[in-house]
């Protein structure tokens, strides 16, 4: 629906703007009227202006990291006493990147038009998340910008970190897969044919090894239908990734991946530092425990514990304590219930997930190196077989012919 910005006057005489969503200018004018405004100026508002063209799918980005800073300088100048006003056009002088600048200027610009700082950041979903969304409105409505700000910018940096160790965690590991991959593609398709060509040259098919016929059978497979199976593999790669992202297949693959050794312990860890700090955090800036929990899910990145956090939810309407039900799902460490159910007793909840969450933070840190540790070690197992099969598929043949000849 287009926006419309107005400048208007009141019953009292006195200047209002802001903006407004209508379906065209005569729908926004009678609204407008009916709020006993007196509209001298309105607007639609461009594509660019409203930040649709700047934020596509295909246009400039910022950077977790980038934002995590504007954000600190954002807090830090609220801390000070700026208005909110005068300390987003702040940030926006010392922004560094230009998608950065037209972020802030666009926050500025619907912040100065009355939209609060919280609809702001909700207008830009690719870049703020819906748990910075919320608990910046909670700190609006409850006076306390600033304050919860800060929390808010503790809680995006240690999350940012333990993003920031996963990918660098996975790194190496991804690179050697890939690195064996293109290795043995290479070798199968145009190496090892020629030297087994040599080799098993004027002998009968059937007469060669099994491991020479697998090898030889494979090479001849890539090379003629290397294409095809290259698309096939991409097709299926492609419908399983858009299955994965409709909510059967996202909860049948979260689920799967909870089941997985070691990886499945990895992620349950990652889910209870999540939870702690931002149950904690949410708690700390006063907002209401179930519209937590509907922010919570959203940030454990596992379909199958939002399922259960939704189950929570349902059960503390129904009058139960937030830690018995977060017992029964039996996602969670039973420390962390425990934890929430010595918060909920003593009413620290806030203070006691927050601690929590720096624990579960270092064991997050170490169940991610324990798995991308052995990963490696699997990987370096399964090329030392692939090694040792095309060896045996080049050497069988020449054994044979030595023995034949030997004979």
Not at 19 to 34: M, N, P, Q, S, W
Not at 168 to 182: C, D, G, I, K, M
Not at 267 to 292: D, F, K, P, Q, Y
């Amino acid at each position: 629906m287009p926006q419309f910005t107005y400048s208007a006057l009141d019953r009292k005489g006195g200047m209002a703007t802001g903006g407004i969503e209508a379906a065209d200018r005569a729908e926004a004018l009678a609204v407008l009227a009916g709020r006993d405004l007196f509209v001298t100026e309105i607007a639609q508002q461009s594509f660019a202006a409203s930040g649709w063209l700047k934020w596509a799918p295909w246009g400039r980005t910022v950077r977790p990291r980038v934002k995590a800073a504007m954000m600190r300088q954002l807090a830090t100048a609220l801390e000070a006493g700026l208005p909110l006003l005068t300390a987003l056009r702040t940030v926006q002088e010392q922004a560094h990147t230009p998608a950065l600048r037209e972020l802030v200027s666009d926050m500025a610009s619907r912040v100065q038009h009355g939209q609060s700082i919280s609809d702001a950041m909700a207008a830009h979903p690719r870049v703020f998340s819906r748990l910075e969304a919320s608990m910046t409105r909670v700190g609006e409505t409850s006076g306390m910008l600033d304050e919860v700000m800060g929390y808010l910018v503790d809680f995006c940096e240690r999350d940012l970190e333990v993003r920031e160790q996963v990918r660098s965690a996975a790194t190496y590991p991804v690179f050697v897969l890939s690195l064996a991959l293109v290795s043995v593609v290479i070798i199968v398709t145009l190496i090892l044919p020629r030297v087994v060509g040599a080799v098993a040259e004027g002998a009968q098919p059937a007469a060669l090894p099994a491991p020479t016929r697998l090898l030889l059978g494979l090479s001849h497979l890539l090379v003629s239908y290397g294409w095809l199976i290259a698309l096939g593999v991409i097709a299926a790669l492609t419908a399983l990734v858009r299955w994965g992202r409709t909510p059967p297949g996202r909860l049948a693959l979260d689920g799967l991946k909870l089941r997985l050794p070691l990886y499945g312990t990895a992620v349950r860890r990652l889910a209870a530092a999540r939870l702690a700090r931002t149950l904690g955090t949410l708690s700390r800036s006063g907002v209401n425990i179930l519209e937590a929990l509907g922010v919570l899910r959203d940030t454990l990145g596992n379909e199958a514990l939002a399922r259960e956090i939704d189950k929570v939810a349902a059960d503390i309407t129904q009058g139960q304590s937030i830690a018995e039900p977060l017992r029964k799902t039996g996602q969670f460490p039973p420390l962390l219930t425990q934890v929430i159910a010595m918060g909920e007793k003593t009413g620290r909840l806030d203070e006691l997930l927050l601690r929590a969450a720096q624990t579960y933070e270092k064991e997050t840190a170490s169940a991610i190196q324990r798995v991308m540790s052995i990963l490696p070690a699997v990987l370096i197992v399964l090329m030392a077989l692939v090694v040792a099969f095309i060896l045996a598929a080049v050497l069988l043949p020449i054994i044979e012919m030595e023995t034949s000849i030997g004979a």
